[in-house]
């Protein structure tokens, strides 16, 4: 039996991942590499097979506006750094993080990064979520809990999700003439 934080955890979790389930659904290729502005980040071919993301540190002010697959590569790259310190043994440095390459298969991946989350926090006490010590490793982790970061990946999902949905209704609303 799980203890009743994890549980109100993993609810959290399953109302975000709804959300995205519902922004994804019927999402193509080209509707996920839409740049909705010319300053945009987006993720690309590198050549070698692989999809790289933009990305500039510092990040540039103002911020470029991004693409759908931007935010699916940047929501597979925080969780699996995420997932990779708080259940794994360390997670690879962000340019090893590359997007699958479209649309289909970035949901599969995604659903699989959500699915490890969900099985970690199920075996969770609330010694486990009162510690830092899964957490220490991660660059926006130190001195938060376990608890802290599991309640922060379900906003941070939940804010990537609302991002997914305001591109797809931007480019829906700029394929239809207004009428």
Request: charged fraction near 20%; hydrophobic fraction near 45%; aromatic fraction near 10%.
């Amino acid at each position: 039996m799980t203890v009743a934080r994890v549980d109100l955890l993993i609810r959290q979790l399953d109302i975000a991942w709804s959300l995205f389930e519902y922004h994804v659904k019927d999402l193509d290729d080209r509707v996920c590499l839409w740049e909705p502005a010319s300053h945009c980040w987006t993720v690309r071919p590198d050549g070698q097979g692989r999809w790289i993301a933009d990305w500039e540190v510092p990040e540039p002010d103002p911020v470029p506006a991004v693409t759908i697959g931007w935010v699916t590569w940047h929501i597979g790259f925080w969780w699996t750094t995420t997932l990779g310190h708080c259940f794994g043994s360390g997670a690879p440095e962000r340019e090893a993080i590359t997007w699958p390459g479209g649309a289909a298969a970035t949901v599969d991946w995604l659903g699989g990064l959500r699915d490890g989350w969900r099985a970690g926090l199920l075996e969770l006490t609330d010694a486990d979520l009162d510690s830092a010590g899964r957490t220490a490793g991660l660059p926006w982790g130190q001195d938060q809990t376990l608890a802290d970061i599991a309640g922060w990946v379900s906003v941070e999902l939940t804010k990537n999700v609302a991002e997914i949905g305001l591109l797809r209704n931007l480019h829906g609303a700029r394929s239809h003439p207004a009428g």
